[in-house]
């Protein structure tokens, strides 16, 4: 069984939430910084997915959404991303966009599309994923509220 809702995470939550972005060999390095915007579900304690929506400007970067190995295919992830959607949709955002290496048809399949790093805003563009943390030929994509 599935929360409604995934729960804010806290500094309790840090070494989890880094150790399965870890896991997954997505950045990590400026979770503490960015920890007020991140998002995770648990079962027993224990953090199973997790993502994150960083405010830039009119626009906001989904990031690091991520699911244990061992509780894929579950719907988590897909939950994360109408969530964290939702959530920018109700403050006011205009585009959220996000960098992906492997996950480009999964973010297709939900609306995103491939965007230039040229045309991103410059709010986004100054994130640190887009300055130093994502690989420059991570895939840039975007999805219109």
């Not at 150790?19 to 915007?37: F, S, V, Y």
């Not at 399949?109 to 887009?130: D, H, K, N």
């Amino acid at each position: 069984m599935q929360p409604q809702d995934p729960v804010a995470l806290t500094h309790s939550h840090l070494e989890q939430l880094q150790q399965l972005l870890r896991e997954n060999h997505l950045p990590w390095q400026d979770c503490e910084q960015q920890l007020a915007h991140f998002y995770g579900y648990f079962e027993n304690q224990q953090l199973l997915a997790a993502g994150g929506l960083e405010p830039a400007g009119d626009s906001a970067l989904l990031r690091s959404v991520v699911v244990d190995a061992a509780s894929r295919s579950q719907g988590r992830g897909r939950l994360m991303v109408d969530f964290l959607i939702q959530r920018a949709r109700d403050s006011g955002v205009n585009e959220v966009y996000l960098l992906s290496e492997t996950a480009v048809d999964y973010f297709a399949a939900i609306g995103f599309t491939v965007a230039t790093r040229a045309s991103l805003p410059e709010a986004i563009r100054q994130t640190r994923q887009f300055q130093s943390l994502c690989p420059d030929d991570a895939t840039c994509m975007r999805l219109k509220l």
